[in-house]
């Protein structure tokens, strides 16, 4: 299995621009969070999916963020307009399920810059 | 203005020593709990886990200690090498589902 993939791995947009980021989960695993991570804040949990439903989207910073998972083998997260604070790294993880005991699988990140 | 950055608490080792890195936890639900390494421009990586029922878990020159009395958790690296070098975070589950929340990690610096 190639891990979790996300794309692109780098971003350089301009403020006001939409962005959208994508994932691949690990096929098989039904469960999938959407991390953003800064100098300032640490690893934040955006959101998360639970077979392909959001279950918890509290860490969204606000309606400019928004994510979605059509299917069990895609997500994406999208920024929309873009500000130079939503400057980040953002991960893709997954995992199987609420199996107690199982870890999450990261993505190598997309580094979004925003001018 | 400048920005403060997020303060990363910084362990520095001899190569070849053992290291210890440290989290605690606030929540007394927290049932499963996994250190994370994060090498530079990578995702983080899975290093071990271990379950609220058990005290001690042993890996391939790893150790996660528990203690769920004062809500501490630690990773104990044996023979630390250079590759070791990287970023650290405990993190955790509560209640036996699905969010699994990050503590602030430790940066470990491996010194040849």
């Known amino acids: 299995d190639a891990g979790v993939i996300q794309s692109p791995r780098h971003e350089v947009t301009e403020m006001g621009q939409e962005v959208t980021l994508r994932c691949k989960p690990i096929s098989g695993h039904n469960s999938l969070f959407w991390y953003r991570q800064t100098m300032m804040r640490g690893l934040e949990l955006l959101i998360y999916?639970?077979?392909?439903?959001?279950?918890?989207d509290s860490g969204m910073p606000e309606d400019r963020f928004s994510a979605k998972m059509p299917n069990a083998s895609f997500s994406t997260l999208k920024i929309q307009p873009s500000e130079p604070r939503d400057s980040a790294v953002y991960f893709c993880a997954s995992r199987t399920g609420t199996v107690p005991g199982t870890e999450a699988f990261f993505g190598q990140g997309t580094r979004l810059t925003v001018v | 203005g400048e920005s403060v950055g997020l303060h990363l608490p910084t362990l520095s080792v001899q190569e070849g020593d053992n290291s210890i890195i440290n989290c605690a936890y606030s929540?007394?639900?927290?049932?499963?709990f996994i250190w994370y390494k994060q090498e530079s421009g990578k995702g983080p990586q899975f290093i071990i886990d271990i379950r609220s029922n058990m005290d001690k878990r042993q890996g391939q020159r790893v150790t996660v200690l528990l203690n769920k009395t004062v809500k501490h958790l630690s990773l104990q690296i044996a023979a630390t090498q250079p590759g070791d070098s990287a970023v650290y975070f405990c993190?955790?589950?509560?209640?036996?589902?699905?969010?699994?929340?990050f503590g602030g990690g430790t940066r470990l610096m491996v010194k040849p």
């Open positions: 999916f639970n077979n392909n439903v959001p279950i918890d």
């Open positions: 993190a955790e589950i509560v209640n036996a589902g699905n969010m699994l929340t």
């Open positions: 929540n007394s639900a927290s049932d499963y």
